[in-house]
């Protein structure tokens, strides 16, 4: 609502958002963004971040759980979605997907590089990002 607001003429409808993975330490960052948020602590579920490459790749041996960098949340004017080499990853609260009734566990869907591999590759595997693993 504040960058509808912000950006005149804009409906809050029209609006989605980029996810701009920032591949910086957190000491780095030394401002707000202008528009949107930084998040961080996510945790990425079957896979990891190429942080050389800026795009998803297979997790380690025997690893389940692997830190997720920074992503800027930044709100734009909505626009022809391009899932060529994009992986649509669900974000979810907690491990638990399906949620309850009193408290869903999906928020919305981040999109990510692939990388080497498909969309369809990292949706078989269950890749998803996490908020909290408890």
Not at 7 to 32: Q, R
Not at 73 to 98: A, D, H, N, S
């Amino acid at each position: 609502q504040a960058s509808a607001r912000k950006n005149a003429g804009v409906s809050v409808d029209m609006l989605s958002f980029d996810f701009l993975v920032m591949n910086v330490e957190e000491s780095t960052i030394t401002a707000l963004p202008k528009e949107g948020c930084y998040v961080k602590s996510m945790i990425l579920e079957g896979a990891k971040w190429d942080m050389n490459g800026g795009f998803l790749a297979d997790a380690d041996t025997m690893a389940l759980f692997n830190p997720m960098p920074i992503v800027h949340f930044k709100p734009v004017v909505r626009k022809k979605t391009v899932t060529e080499g994009i992986y649509q990853c669900p974000l979810y609260l907690y491990p638990l997907r399906t949620g309850s009734r009193e408290r869903p566990s999906f928020m919305t869907w981040v999109d990510l590089k692939s990388g080497h591999f498909s969309a369809d590759q990292w949706t078989k595997r269950g890749t998803a990002l996490l908020l909290s693993v408890a």
